[in-house]
């Protein structure tokens, strides 16, 4: 692809899989626009991935949980850019007894996972249309294959995110642009991702992935053309084929024993 004068959008790009993906893309001479929350030290990110890879970069820091931040956010990239790739990596988990979150705590996990996911595609798709050649790549969780108790809402977001794809990716096929969407077990995003996984026990530690190699594999997945990328296929073969009686008490008392402790 002609990439000189595109740019992939690259959402929660400040850390963890976001990060990565903007990294991988840079490598690959692919101008890049990194969103994030604000003081994620993306500018300095930015700066370092102009220098390192040679590519335009710009950076966009704002919260996504907002309607108005997302329709800004929306109208400036159109007005700005050509856009040929999507990523819509911003999301937010979670672990929390549901009679003890907030209702802020709820509104913004769905704000972030399902309604910023919704309208940005929405807002781009035209511009992403206009290209000759574009990508969409949401990224959803093994979590969309299982409800799990103390975590309830974030499963339920990812879900939407899995089904949203397939259908937008069905809704699409004739035309320049292809959707797809990966299922990523728990990263090493930060610490304290690092730590609570690993108070999940045996199965949270041999789950857990590398954001560089899972974001490498789904960048070159999804210019093959890839609907549904499945970084670690043993684990998806095991939430399909495990019933859903046996799977949710299971996945729920390892998030109870991650509270717990």
Known sequence: MDTQES????????????????EQLAKQKIN???????NQNLKAFSEDLKRLYEVKVHYYETDLSVHENVMKLTEWLNSSFDIHILINNAGLGGTKKFTEAS??????????????????????LPNLLKQPKAYILNVSSMAAFSPIGFKTVYPASK????SFSRGLHEELKDTNVFVSVVNPGAMKTNKDVCERIEKQGLMGRLTLLNPDKVASYCI???????????VNPI??????IVPIWIKLPLMTQAIKREIEA
């Open 7 to 22: 740019f992939a959008v690259v959402t929660g790009a400040s850390q963890g899989l976001g990060k990565s993906f903007a």
């Open 32 to 38: 890049v626009i990194l969103i994030s929350l604000p």
């Open 103 to 124: 209702s802020d705590y709820i509104n913004t996990i769905l704000q972030v996972n399902v309604a910023a996911t919704s309208l940005i595609t929405h807002q781009l």
């Open 159 to 162: 879900s939407f995110i899995h």
């Open 220 to 230: 070159r997945q999804l210019f093959k053309k890839d609907s549904v990328i499945m």
């Open 235 to 240: 684990s998806w073969l095991v939430m399909k």
